[in-house]
């Protein structure tokens, strides 16, 4: 069994309840043991960090300090996340200023402090491709998905020291989990493309404009659906999409899942919704 604390991320436990359905028994399956992370606080998904950095960096050490006291690293589902907490967490390695000033707020409002060098974090995605290994995804599957894919990884974790041992600038992990879960991965353009989620209110029409030029391209490329390693940017590229492709002028009409859904398919997990995916890809995917 493997241990991580878990960090749902921002979304997961709200508006994305299906992540946290699914990575509970997907993780099972692989004998990945998840420990709470009791009393978690937001990372500030980087719209904290443009009117007060010191609060994001402040809220990202308790996180740590709570995996910290768990004693095992964090694991997460959400590509934004992990892209947040991987610049605090290399922030306080490098500068042993902000380090100290978390560590006054820490200490005050919590009794905690943080060792940086304690904690890392960690992707699902990677996670499964360079600790658990493909060779046992594959032998845990008994759904073999048997679609056309396009994988959305985001920019937020496309950074040195944050996606593992994959390809910063073209990355391959996601493709190739979907080949072991009996997929078949379509490569298109705009795989590592932002979709604006964090300007979502300010910036509408331009975010809906990117949404829709990840989605057209996907579909364009001939993805069936998409999967997404980010939970923040899929609210976009799922709810989104009809007011993306209005706004953009584009076809954008494609079934978009997360990334935990479709493993937990594959595993054999809520295989009636695995059915209603297929039936929306026949509709809209095509």
Aim: a negative charge; aromatic letters at 6%.
């Amino acid at each position: 069994m493997v241990k991580y604390s878990y960090y749902p991320g921002n979304v997961a436990r709200q508006a994305s309840q299906e992540v946290e359905d699914t990575i509970q028994p997907l993780c099972k399956s692989l004998g990945i043991d998840l420990i709470e992370m009791v009393g978690y606080n937001s990372d500030g998904g980087d719209v904290i960090r443009q009117g007060n950095p010191e609060l994001q960096l402040a809220l990202n050490a308790r996180n740590f300090a709570l995996a910290q006291n768990n004693g095992h690293d964090i694991i997460t589902a959400c590509a934004s996340s992990q892209g947040v907490m991987h610049d605090a967490l290399s922030t306080f390695k490098n500068d042993p200023i902000a380090l100290a000033s978390a560590n006054r707020v820490l200490e005050k409002i919590t009794g905690m402090s943080l060792d940086a060098s304690e904690v890392q974090t960690h992707h699902l995605l990677h996670v499964l491709v360079d600790e658990i290994g493909l060779d046992k995804v594959e032998a845990a599957v008994v759904n073999p998905l048997d679609l056309d894919i396009a994988c959305y990884y985001g920019p937020s974790m496309q950074k040195e020291g944050a996606c593992g041992g994959d390809d910063v600038w073209n990355p391959t992990y996601m493709e190739q989990l979907i080949t072991a879960l009996g997929g078949r991965p379509v490569e298109f353009s705009s795989k590592t493309r932002s979709v604006g989620n964090p300007s979502l209110l300010t910036l509408g029409d331009s975010v809906m404009k990117m949404t829709a030029k990840v989605l057209s391209d996907a579909k364009g490329a001939g993805a069936n659906v998409i999967v997404s390693a980010c939970t923040l940017s899929h609210s976009n590229l799922d709810s989104y999409q009809g007011k993306a492709g209005r706004v953009a002028n584009k076809d954008t009409a494609i079934p978009v899942v997360n990334l935990t859904e479709i493993i937990a398919f594959a595993f054999g997990h809520y295989t009636d919704r695995f059915a209603q995916l297929r039936t929306r890809a026949l509709v809209i995917g095509s």
